[in-house]
């Protein structure tokens, strides 16, 4: 597919882009490629290629749901520097 400077002016102003002149030819020939490449790839023979999550054969490894660290909530609010009620208190930055 062939995109000439007029379609690139387009696209740049829906983009909110500054594309200069001398630069139209340059992106004109990078978003062609962009597209052939598209095309390509809309070509591939792709009939009873199951979608895959991961190119990687892979299982989740299932472990039981429990608790394995202590509770140190108390542990850790003891080292602020100030603490109340169960939370950490902060000076007042905003006025």
Do not use: C
Not at 64 to 91: C, I, K, N, S
């Amino acid at each position: 597919m062939s995109i000439d400077a007029a379609t690139v002016r387009h696209i740049a102003r829906l983009a909110r882009l500054a594309v200069g002149e001398n630069e139209l030819a340059p992106i004109a020939g990078e978003l062609s490629r962009v597209l052939d490449l598209a095309d390509q790839l809309g070509a591939a023979q792709i009939d009873g290629v199951e979608p895959l999550a991961h190119p990687h054969e892979q299982t989740l490894a299932w472990r039981p749901d429990a608790v394995t660290e202590p509770d140190r909530a108390d542990a850790f609010l003891a080292l602020a520097p100030d603490a109340r009620g169960g939370l950490y208190l902060v000076p007042k930055v905003l006025e």
